[in-house]
């Protein structure tokens, strides 16, 4: 081989060795595959924790325990518990278990607000979680749960507002509402479902009124007795409007959807304070911003808890012409969407205190 092409081969063997030190030296970009890869797997480990949480969540039970300032001076201490949207199956024993419990708070006055039953056969399960309080004085009215089952829905539409529907377009009521409402009167609870009554608890004779289930256009406030309006609506009570015109010194409104003519009626009624609940909470909330819808007309700022309405807290600078409104978050959903986000399922000891 002359000199020339021993050069030349040195000179390539050189290039090559070279080129082969820097791309071991150099380190290779990750593919854009590669990247859409691990984003994807970390956006489904987020997706999977956050659902076991909201399963989880959804059977965290708790008492939330509020003072409302509403009674004369001097008034002793009322202690009313609030129970909504138990949307109780016969299968949920830990529930029921949680509910019959409460009863070692001692409340002298029970209000249920309706979706009691979230199954055709849950009425005995029903019965036995209420049982300890079926004794005690307590008033009720009635959700469209109560009367027809929940049925499979796109959770997308929760968000786009209001799910109701007329009672006239489903035409079999597959929840034995109506038995469940009869026992509740057999035990000596007043029936507020388009009607008044009267009650008589730690020394106070409160007055009620409420109504039907809004979200299925069952509301038809009732007028005071003389008037000759009858008591219509699912709960298929008697025709006599229990009760008269309040002259009490408490005038409680129970109702289930917090609809704002509901609450436009319950307020030119002189009501004091109003018991709801329907919203859930929320049910899917954002943490540290709250609820993002209703299920009716409220404002998501009063989705669950004590607030008044229509303007502030009675108790607050320019609140005076508002009353108080206490909203469940309830402890139950619907069987097809057994979840809950940063709104755990609640009952409330809600304690009427003597205004100072």
């Not at 489904?44 to 409302?68: H, I, M, N």
């Not at 489903?170 to 009650?199: I, K, M, Q, Y």
Request: hydrophobic residues 40%; positive net charge.
């Amino acid at each position: 081989m002359s000199a020339r092409r021993r050069a030349r081969a040195r000179s390539g063997r050189r290039t090559r060795a070279r080129g082969s030190g820097g791309l071991r030296g150099r380190k290779q970009a990750p593919s854009a595959g590669r990247t859409l890869g691990a984003v994807g797997a970390a956006a489904a480990a987020v997706g999977v924790a956050g659902l076991s949480w909201a399963l989880f969540e959804a059977r965290w039970y708790t008492l939330r325990q509020v003072r409302v300032p509403v009674l004369e001076p001097g008034a002793e201490d009322v202690r009313i518990l609030h129970v909504s949207d138990l949307h109780l199956v016969p299968s949920q024993e830990a529930k029921r278990r949680w509910v019959r419990r409460l009863v070692y708070h001692d409340p002298h006055l029970v209000i249920n607000t309706g979706d009691n039953m979230g199954h055709p056969d849950a009425l005995p399960a029903v019965l036995d979680a209420l049982a300890p309080f079926l004794v005690r004085p307590g008033a009720f009215v009635m959700g469209s749960n109560d009367y027809f089952s929940p049925q499979p829905k796109n959770p997308a539409r929760y968000l786009a507002g209001p799910t109701g529907f007329a009672a006239s377009n489903r035409s079999v009521r597959d929840v034995p509402g109506l038995e469940l409402a009869e026992a509740f009167r057999a035990s000596g609870w007043h029936d507020l479902n388009n009607a008044r009554a009267t009650v008589n608890v730690a020394g106070q004779e409160i007055s009620l009124v409420g109504t039907g289930d809004a979200h299925i256009e069952e509301d038809h406030f009732p007028a005071s007795a003389g008037t000759g309006l009858a008591r219509t609506g699912l709960a298929g009570g008697e025709d006599a409007v229990d009760g008269g015109p309040h002259s009490q010194a408490l005038h409680i409104g129970v109702t289930h959807a917090p609809y704002a003519r509901v609450l436009q009626q319950m307020q030119a009624d002189g009501t004091d304070i109003v018991f709801a609940g329907h919203t859930h909470g929320g049910q899917l909330c954002v943490p540290g911003y709250g609820a993002l819808v209703t299920n009716c007309d409220l404002d998501p700022g009063r989705a669950k808890g004590l607030h008044g309405w229509p303007g502030p807290r009675p108790d607050e600078p320019g609140g005076e012409e508002s009353m108080w409104l206490h909203v469940s978050a309830g402890l139950g959903t619907s069987p097809y969407a057994p979840v809950r986000f940063a709104c755990r399922p609640e009952a409330s000891l809600v304690t009427l205190t003597a205004r100072e």
